[in-house]
Structure formats: structure tokens, C-alpha cells
């Protein structure tokens, strides 16, 4: 078994574990972020995203899993971490 590298919630996060970013980009066009999530949104696991990202992938992962744009393991925010929460991170 691979070593856990990151913990949302319940979820255990290893580089094996799988991801499916939303293919529609959220982020706004002519930004940084906007042409990193393009590059990123391909990735499949989380190795993936570590390679594609290097510096800022938890950071990423975490605040693209809170808002919605991306499912781990297939399991969407709501399920992790509360429907409750997940209106509390989008009204911030």
C-alpha cells in the first residue's frame, strides 16, 4: 500500500488515487490559474497532478475538491465533508 500523502476529511489521499477534474474550466479566462487548470484537468491521479503541479498541488487539490471542480476516489465534497460546509467554503 502506497503512503498516505494527504488527508481531506475522511478521504486517505495516496499518489495512486484516482481524480476526475470538472473539463469545463471554472477559473477565469487570461489568468495564470486558468492555463495551469488546463493543464491539470488531464491528470487522472493524484501522482499525476503532483508532477503536473509540483509546488501547490495539495493546495489545489484541496480548494478544487471544496468548490466542486474536481471528485477523488469518485466521491464528491458533499459527501465528505458536509453539504453544510460546502455552503459556508462558497459563500466565503
Do not use: C, V
Given at each position: 500500500?502506497?503512503?498516505?500523502?494527504?488527508?481531506?476529511?475522511?478521504?486517505?489521499?495516496?499518489?495512486e488515487t484516482?481524480?476526475?477534474y470538472d473539463q469545463n474550466n471554472p477559473k477565469r479566462p487570461g489568468t495564470g490559474i486558468y492555463s495551469e487548470y488546463?493543464?491539470?484537468k488531464k491528470c487522472r491521479t493524484v501522482g499525476?497532478?503532483?508532477?503536473a503541479r509540483e509546488k501547490?498541488?495539495?493546495?489545489?487539490l484541496k480548494f478544487d475538491f471544496e468548490h466542486g471542480y474536481v471528485q477523488i476516489d469518485g466521491k464528491?465534497?458533499?459527501?465528505?465533508?458536509?453539504?453544510k460546509a460546502m455552503k459556508q467554503i462558497k459563500e466565503k
Open positions: 500500500m502506497s503512503e498516505i500523502i494527504l488527508k481531506i476529511g475522511e478521504l486517505e489521499i495516496t499518489p484516482k481524480i476526475s488546463e493543464k491539470f499525476e497532478l503532483q508532477k501547490f498541488w495539495r493546495a489545489d464528491s465534497p458533499e459527501r465528505i465533508i458536509g453539504r
